[in-house]
């Protein structure tokens, strides 16, 4: 066991290298429009400044710029002949090193905050310089033992004039030495307590599975519907009535032929409930209860997801999804969350914000895909984004979304809310909870400050199953 004199001392060289600035790295590409449009696709961002010349150049830039939470993204060393990224040889990456020699290998960022004095063009070459600022004394975190590391680095242009600069803090930790947050289990608290151990008498406790709803071959063409997720709605074919739940014969008329419509899975929450008690192993909690009036006319009944009871409102546009439900394999379930937002095709004006509006709510599917793409398309080849064997020597359950695709996709959505002549000032983020593959993101926000300067702060929120996953601020100027 390491003693305290110990972790001073060790300290003490951790914090050698505090205050200096290591060497100057210029990107090996100047900003160009392929890497541009590669993070575009990845996180879905469609500013036609970005991707468009001709609308580019009647915009407040005047050309084709990159996003500006790319600014790191161009000095990022990449995957240099299909190796693992080396660090280079500055005070930050010495530490690094350090603490991977005393054990400390799991790494996660935890916080960056970005402030943009200029959009990058097309053709700039980027330089960084990064200062080490800050390594903690050893905490004991939820993810494990370790040190927080902060950097700053100022990036430049190839005349050396400012373009930005990243405030970015990652934690060190040792795998393995997370806390474990478990119900306690009376049955193994009596065992514990007779002196036996638990683990030879019981067996691990698995999660039940939902109730199997129960059908026959009547309505068969529905679930079989939900397999290929599909929300098939019932429709009697001498008058057109359409009916949910399915039922044998027309109120109307009687007549029992029928066939189906599929709906477009969008509507508006009409009534909703939320189940306090009693609760059921196999749901998760709060179990929200909703009817849903869907375009085609019908209401239906469903769990309302990705949503906090408190962010509810009747008549919100909800939209169909098919998350894992922990049923059998054979079954997929219907539920509905927040409606994917348009996209703000006119830049709003701050001269028309209040103070507390309210953004509108982005659920945003956390699939493998999404967190491979946005982390290759951010450059950042650090296995634990996309090698789930890698994430789990290093302490992980599974890959996990890097900080640059969170800042990404933070800033799609607002650029999304404010329209495509918004400029950012600056973007801060703080990170808690992974983001996994096969959860769901959903974004919230509202208007913070209205400044002095004509610009806006907006604060915001991501949150998953696990808890708030980013939170953090952004100053937005509007063009007027």
Known sequence: MTTEAEKESFLTQLRSQVGNTGDTITARDPVNQSTIRNWCDAVSESNPHYLDFEIAKEGPHGQIVAPPAMLQVWSMPGLIMGQQPQRSKDPSSATYAMLDEAGFVSVVATN????????LKLGDVISGRTKLVDVSEEKATGLGIGHFVTTETEYVDENDEPVGSMFFRILKFRPGTG????KP?????????????PDEYLSPQERPTRPRPQWNQDQEWFWEGLKNHELRIQ?????????FPPANANPNTHSMDYDWIVSSGRGTLYSH??????????????????????????RIITNIVNVKPEQIEIGMPVEVCFPDTNSDDDIVLHQFQPAQPSRTEETRKSSEMSEGDQLPLCPVPLTPRLIISTAL???????????RDAAHQKGSKDIFMNILSTAGI???WLGDWAGNNVIFE????QLGAPNYPYDTMTMSGSVQTLNDDGSITVSFNGDNKLGSHVKGTATLRFTE
């Open 179 to 182: 806390r474990v947050n478990k």
């Open 377 to 387: 398309a951010t450059r950042d080849f650090q296995d634990v984004h996309h090698d």
């Open 235 to 243: 429709r009697f074919t001498d008058d057109g009535t359409l009916l």
């Open 112 to 119: 960056v905050e970005y402030v943009f004095h200029r959009y």
């Open 410 to 412: 933070t800033a799609r």
């Open 426 to 429: 600056d973007l801060k983020i």
């Open 273 to 298: 409930t939320v189940v306090h008690y009693p609760q059921v192993p196999s749901f998760d909690y709060p179990l929200i209860v909703g009817l849903v009036e869907l375009e085609e006319g019908v």
């Open 185 to 197: 289990d009376p049955k193994a608290e009596a065992l514990k307590a007779a002196g036996l151990n």
